[in-house]
């Protein structure tokens, strides 16, 4: 645990949001105006509204708007089912990347593509059911009695994580064009240099809905964090919710990774690094999760596309090496036991 | 008349294919003290999550208030009864009036808030509890016994008619197994526990159940259920009875020596429990 205390009073509360609003707000500025062609504050402004400069008007409204407002779905949505998945699983370690989820969706991609589909629906269709496959499958392995103990959890994301991971690569191997190699590629890695108008709008349809469904069931979510036995005592029909939840959390998971790919540990890092703050009432954590998650990707995104420019760094590269650690970092001080 | 609260008809539960518990009955009325004990596997805990519902039992029926509990939801189960068992481990960290206010989550419509009578039942479990001034801390850095009192309030914000206990003084010192099973009497509540302290079930109980083997041994009043042989039967040690200063009755357990030693007779009094 982080901090002793966690009397999350509203005002306390309305602070977090509001720092998070802020970083929310200039992520999204800075993501429209950095990148190859750097604009000034006034020209995004005013190409927003439609006036200036052409090529500028192109840039922000046809290249970094889709780009910017996907990172912030991304990144939210993420961090949102980060902590769904941590609830149904009882588990503060889980995310959709560590439980295989994102890996499993990424197959179910990459074989979209590899069957020759062209839009983002039949990919993101594959990935929900190879999303879905892949958690009841951790979910199974990790059981023992009612509970998945932690270590187990991760000790079974991991394996199905490296199948799915193999089995993508084995997709690549078989497909010697360059472009599907570039599309499979892109779901192992991680990325939002692909986004577009018509690859956003199917992922806000396919994305928002649950992720709202998600928001209304925050306080079962809650209820769950204290156990099966409990939860039952308090009312929730826990074999129930929790499928809704792990049904929920993987139509999202497979929305985002087919349009962005997997990208790790934004899920993990958000919801633990906000819960010392908000308490680990759901109510309150998810909205503070999805605005942080936005922040958090708008400025890694911003920071992969200017890190080698003019070439970019696929942003689940960036995340990975800056998550990796921290999840290291949470392992030792929790001192995880297969309890 | 007043119908019973609790209604336990030949209830029978397997577990994996094994009888678990088999022929149960009994009843309670409105605000009786039922203590189910018996040894280590004999089903007290089993019995305990039947009544609301975590095991499905196979024969029998369990009724509430007169109304059958299959079919319930568990929604509508959790406002009628509360239960409070071991410890439960945190994996996340709880304030003392987060944990407490959960105890009103069957009450609330799925996308509404509380009502102000919800805040006001919260703030009352808070307050019998004497948590009230404890109500901002986590729970992690709260003793056993504090615990134990949090969960005992959750219980209670959930304004049951039926209070479940499923041996909720395990970690508990003398003083706070005394004090959680005193808090739980009260008017008009009906409370069903599994115990382990035969002295503590005999002291706080209307009526005690004694379970050997997943059967009912023995069902009564805990002077005619509580007596030296039979639990030299059940439990296999070897009971005095006592007879307190104030009239009360205590009970001196030894183990199934065969070939007693010296100290055997100054057992320590603490090894009684």
Known sequence: ?339 | MSEPVLEVQDLGVELSARPILSGISFGLAAGQRLAVVGPNGSGKTTLIRALYGSVPHQTGQIRLAGRAIEGVSARSLAQEVAVVRQDEPQAFDFSVEGMVRLGRSPFLPLLGGESPEDRRVVDEALATMELTPLRGRSLATLSGGERQRVLLARALAQTPKLLLLDEPTNHLDVRHQLELLAAVERPGLTVVAALHDLNAASDWADQVLLLDAGRISALGLPAEVLTPERITAVFQVQVEPLLCADGGRALVFRGPGRRPRGQISAVPPDKSR
């Open chain 1, 1 to 339: 645990m982080f901090s002793v205390t966690t009397s999350a009073g509203l005002g306390r509360y309305g602070l977090v949001l509001l720092l998070g609003g802020l970083a929310f707000v200039a992520g999204l500025v800075i993501s429209l105006s950095l990148g190859a062609v750097s604009l000034s504050f006034g020209e995004v402004w005013a190409a927003l509204w439609g006036g200036g400069d052409g090529t500028a008007r192109t840039i922000v409204l046809e290249l970094r708007g889709p780009r910017t407002l996907g990172a912030a779905l991304v990144g939210g949505a993420l961090a949102v089912v980060g902590a769904v998945l941590q609830a149904v699983m009882r588990n503060p370690l889980a995310d959709p990347y560590v439980l295989g989820v994102s890996s499993g969706a990424s197959v179910g991609a990459s074989l979209a593509v590899v069957l020759g589909a062209s839009s983002l629906w039949p990919a993101a269709t594959l990935a929900f059911g190879t999303a879905l496959l892949s958690v009841a499958l951790v979910y199974r392995i990790a059981r023992v009695g009612h509970t998945a103990p932690p270590l187990r959890l991760l000790l079974a994301g991991i394996a199905v994580s490296s199948f799915s991971t193999a089995l993508t690569s084995l997709l690549l191997y078989f497909v010697p064009e360059a472009t599907a190699v570039r599309g499979v590629l892109f779901w192992l890695l991680g990325g939002l240099s692909g986004s577009s108008w018509a690859t956003l709008l199917p992922t806000m349809v396919l994305v928002i809905p649950p992720l709202l469904i998600l928001f209304g069931l925050s306080r079962v979510q809650t209820v769950l964090l204290l156990g099966d036995e409990a939860a039952r005592s308090l009312g929730v029909d826990v074999r129930q919710a929790r499928g809704w939840l792990i049904g929920l959390s993987a139509l999202v998971a497979g929305g985002l990774v087919a349009f962005a790919g997997a990208i790790g540990f934004v899920g993990l890092i958000v919801p633990h690094a906000l819960r010392p703050f908000t308490g680990p009432e759901h109510g309150r954590l998810l909205p503070a999760a999805f605005l942080y998650g936005a922040a958090l990707m708008l400025w890694m995104d911003t920071a992969a596309r200017m890190l080698l420019a003019p070439e970019e760094l696929p942003v689940g590269i960036l995340c990975g090496l800056l998550g990796a650690p921290f999840f290291l970092l949470l392992l030792s001080r929790r001192g995880v036991s297969d309890e």
